[in-house]
């Protein structure tokens, strides 16, 4: 594939050159100062291959001129996908670039790339940034139907949400036309479980452990929680309106951050003095859940045993209030509006 057209900061490989103007000569391409990035393919010895984009373009280099195109989680994170670095969601191993080729069996896997002959068309394929890719929606179904889990695939789609690369309904579409696809029916089964409105693999983490391992009813994800004056209270990761409940992943930086931490507890003060119960998930509780599931417990124990007129809280949104809790909303955001809303969700 002919990579002339990438704007990001990455070093494009190149076949060999005998002149030596555009590549390595034969001779120097098998010194030390270059690297085989493929058959057939240099980069300079001294160019990082552990960065994402790098590993894209290396792999997207090897596409023929004309069909294939990067996907999954590759492609994903080529669009811009936050989350997706290729290490699984729980931890482990790097995983390969996939490249969608379809029939063409003249591009084998190689060193850090996986292919895939599954049936491919025209309307699957996308340009971003000068390399092609297979377009957003095809990325996340094949992330999903491969995941090792159903709720890595629940993962795969809340995280690409995140972005607002794809709608459920978009990837329900997508795998709706697709039957008899590898691993179809776990990207089903993953659809009605996942949120358009989840900011991190953690949060997608204390879902499963709120709804399966403690058996809890599901709760909102990154709803808003106004006083009865209108004032904005919080925004937290989860919380059950029936129960008065609610719950945040509370990760390294809470605790290291030596700003972070005081607001982080004058926050959970203010919920409960508002009479909400607040259940917090940490770093341990992604190993072992069973405390957690406790402390939910507990939680909605002392939640049911406060008077009503202790709940000095609503979901009711004031006028003033600017939806961004759906693909489709933050879709229609300007760009001021996305920078000003959503900024730290970034951060």
């Given at each position: 594939?002919?990579?002339?057209?990438?704007?990001?900061?990455?070093?494009?490989?190149?076949?060999?050159?005998?002149?030596?103007?555009?590549?390595?000569?034969?001779?120097?391409?098998?010194?030390?100062?270059?690297?085989?990035?493929?058959?057939?393919?240099?980069?300079?010895?001294?160019?990082?291959?552990?960065?994402?984009?790098?590993?894209?373009?290396?792999?997207?280099?090897?596409l023929p001129a004309d069909?294939?195109?990067?996907?999954?989680?590759?492609?994903?994170?080529?669009?811009?996908?936050?989350?997706?670095?290729?290490?699984?969601?729980?931890?482990?191993?790097t995983r390969p670039v996939t490249l969608a080729i379809g029939g063409n069996r003249a591009i084998r896997p190689q060193r850090a790339m996986a292919t895939s002959e599954e049936r491919l068309a025209p309307r699957d394929l996308v340009h971003a940034d000068g390399v092609r890719l297979t377009t957003a929606v095809r990325s996340v179904c094949f992330e999903m139907r491969y995941a090792l889990t159903l709720w890595d695939a629940?993962?795969?789609?809340?995280?690409?949400?995140?972005?607002?690369?794809?709608?459920?309904?978009?990837?329900?579409?997508?795998?709706?036309?697709i039957p008899g696809w590898t691993g179809i029916g776990q990207c089903?089964?993953?659809?009605?479980?996942?949120?358009?409105?989840?900011?991190?693999?953690?949060?997608?983490?204390?879902?499963?452990?709120?709804?399966?391992?403690?058996?809890?009813?599901?709760?909102?994800?990154?709803?808003?929680?106004?006083?009865?004056?209108?004032?904005?209270?919080?925004?937290?990761?989860?919380?059950?309106?029936?129960?008065?409940?609610?719950?945040?992943?509370?990760?390294?930086?809470?605790?290291?951050?030596?700003?972070?931490?005081?607001?982080?507890?004058?926050?959970?003060?203010?919920f409960r003095s508002h009479g909400m119960e607040y259940v917090a998930m940490i770093a341990d509780d992604v190993r072992d859940t069973s405390r957690l599931v406790a402390r939910l417990h507990a939680s909605y124990a002392r939640a049911s045993r406060l008077p009503a007129s202790e709940r000095r809280w609503t979901l009711e949104r004031p006028p003033w209030w600017i939806d961004v809790g759906s693909v489709a909303a933050r879709r229609s955001l300007t760009t001021r509006q996305r920078d000003r809303l959503l900024g730290h969700r970034a951060a």
């Open positions: 594939m002919d990579l002339s057209g990438v704007t990001r900061p990455v070093v494009v490989p190149v076949p060999v050159d005998r002149a030596g103007r555009r590549g390595p000569t034969p001779d120097a391409a098998r010194g030390k100062r270059w690297r085989a990035s493929s058959r057939g393919l240099y980069v300079p010895a001294d160019v990082d291959s552990s960065g994402v984009d790098q590993r894209v373009v290396e792999a997207a280099a090897v069909w294939g195109g990067v996907t999954g989680w590759a492609g994903l994170a080529w669009m811009g996908a936050r989350w997706f670095d290729g290490a699984p969601w729980g931890g482990g191993r629940v993962t795969d789609l809340c995280l690409a949400c995140f972005n607002d690369l794809v709608s459920i309904a978009e990837v329900a579409a997508f795998a709706h036309a089903r089964d993953a659809l009605p479980l996942a949120s358009e409105n989840l900011w991190s693999p953690r949060e997608v983490g204390m879902l499963r452990a709120w709804t399966v391992d403690a058996g809890l009813p599901r709760p909102l994800c990154n709803e808003p929680v106004f006083d009865l004056g209108g004032r904005l209270l919080g925004v937290p990761d989860l919380i059950d309106p029936v129960a008065g409940v609610m719950g945040e992943y509370d990760g390294g930086v809470h605790f290291v951050d030596g700003r972070r931490r005081p607001r982080d507890l004058d926050r959970e003060d203010s």
